[in-house]
């Protein structure tokens, strides 16, 4: 694609993102959380029963939620996509850089789960869950992005946690009940 068309689609598409009305943005959103979270039960279970691991539907659906975390969340929760039928509290356009922060940490979590799968084609080795006593650190309110590196030393069953941490956070803090 020439580069002018490359610009006039963008155009485009922009025009169109902004006719969508608040309720269609609603539903989009929660459509995406609802499969983050049937993407986050299929790795769940494979932590809870490992003879059911398979590399690539852990994979896949670690990918699902980093592709619909970090900037399209972001943007999901932009101040004009308020709503009635949303579930979300209004506080999230006070706290913007702290809805960010857990946007793109959740995306950085599952990124590392993806990897992980890319690391163990075969099997769910003990390298990839926690030990007995291990340190959490985080916590539903204090959750921390760490760095590609440290996510990539610790076990992925440590970094599923964290993501569902970081879930958690989000939706005490910004999600109505």
Same mark, same amino acid.
């Given at each position: 694609?020439?580069?002018?068309?490359?610009?006039?689609?963008?155009?485009?598409?922009? %025009?169109?993102?902004?006719?969508?009305?608040?309720?269609?943005i609603?539903?989009? +959103?929660?459509?995406?959380?609802?499969?983050?979270?049937? %993407?986050?039960?299929?790795?769940?279970?494979?932590?809870?029963?490992? !003879?059911?691991?398979? !590399?690539?539907?852990?994979?896949?659906?670690?990918?699902?939620?980093?592709?619909? %975390?970090?900037? $399209?969340?972001?943007?999901?929760? !932009?101040?004009?996509?308020?709503? $009635?039928?949303s579930?979300?509290?209004?506080? *999230?356009?006070e706290? +913007?850089?702290?809805?960010? +922060?857990?946007? *793109?940490g959740?995306? !950085?979590?599952?990124?590392?789960?993806?990897? %992980?799968?890319?690391?163990k084609?075969?099997?769910?080795?003990?390298?990839?869950?926690?030990?007995?006593?291990?340190?959490?650190?985080?916590?539903?309110?204090?959750?921390?992005?760490?760095s590609? *590196?440290?996510?990539a030393?610790?076990?992925?069953?440590?970094?599923?946690?964290?993501?569902?941490?970081?879930?958690?956070?989000?939706?005490?803090?910004?999600?109505?009940?």
């Amino acid at each position: 694609m020439k580069p002018q068309m490359f610009m006039v689609s963008l155009v485009f598409l922009a %025009a169109a993102v902004q006719g969508i009305c608040a309720e269609d943005i609603v539903t989009l +959103r929660q459509a995406d959380m609802k499969a983050i979270a049937s %993407a986050t039960k299929a790795i769940a279970g494979m932590f809870k029963e490992p !003879s059911t691991y398979s !590399s690539a539907e852990f994979k896949w659906a670690a990918e699902l939620i980093r592709d619909k %975390a970090g900037q $399209p969340l972001i943007d999901y929760f !932009s101040a004009g996509a308020a709503s $009635p039928d949303s579930k979300a509290k209004p506080g *999230i356009v006070e706290e +913007r850089k702290r809805f960010d +922060r857990l946007a *793109i940490g959740l995306g !950085s979590y599952a990124g590392a789960l993806a990897a %992980a799968a890319d690391r163990k084609p075969t099997a769910m080795t003990d390298g990839m869950r926690m030990k007995a006593g291990e340190p959490m650190g985080g916590g539903p309110l204090g959750t921390h992005v760490q760095s590609e *590196i440290k996510l990539a030393s610790i076990p992925a069953e440590h970094t599923f946690h964290l993501m569902l941490q970081t879930c958690t956070t989000c939706h005490v803090r910004f999600r109505m009940e």
